[in-house]
């Protein structure tokens, strides 16, 4: 295959699998959530916890808050065969509850952070290995 062509294919396929784990993680997917991810993937926040292992993602992904909706932006890749890295900015929004008042029924920006990903090509597609994110302003 084309060189060009497959850095579009892998960069498409690893935006793809980025938009995958916000929306899993947003609608309380579990499953889908941690198949976004190797085996042993790991996601790490920088001066807090680390989650370890399909079964504890999907566990962590559980405990999702009503509302939040994570959007990334500006995202950065560097493909090495089946090895590749993104760096990407992450917003996190949270949606008004359904019984908010009219006049409180819009998002609102709650964080900002950067995401430094690790990811391996596997059978099923590209996953995240390890998925590193630091939060402006700390925990």
Do not use: K
Not at 23 to 42: I, K, L, N, Q, Y
Not at 45 to 69: F, I, K, N, Q
């Amino acid at each position: 295959m084309d060189p060009d062509v497959r850095w579009l294919l892998d960069r498409a396929q690893i935006l793809e699998l980025t938009a995958r784990y916000n929306r899993c993680f947003d609608d309380g997917d579990p499953e889908r959530f941690a198949d976004c991810f190797t085996d042993d993937g790991v996601m790490a926040v920088d001066g807090g916890p680390s989650t370890a292992g399909r079964e504890a993602l999907a566990e962590m992904c559980r405990h999702t808050p009503y509302g939040t909706v994570h959007a990334t932006v500006d995202a950065t890749v560097e493909v090495d065969g089946d090895r590749a890295t993104q760096v990407v900015t992450l917003l996190v929004l949270q949606r008004p509850g359904p019984d908010a008042p009219r006049d409180e029924r819009r998002s609102r920006l709650t964080r900002t952070a950067r995401y430094r990903d690790e990811l391996v090509r596997t059978d099923g597609g590209w996953r995240f290995a390890r998925r590193s994110v630091v939060l402006d302003g700390g925990l």
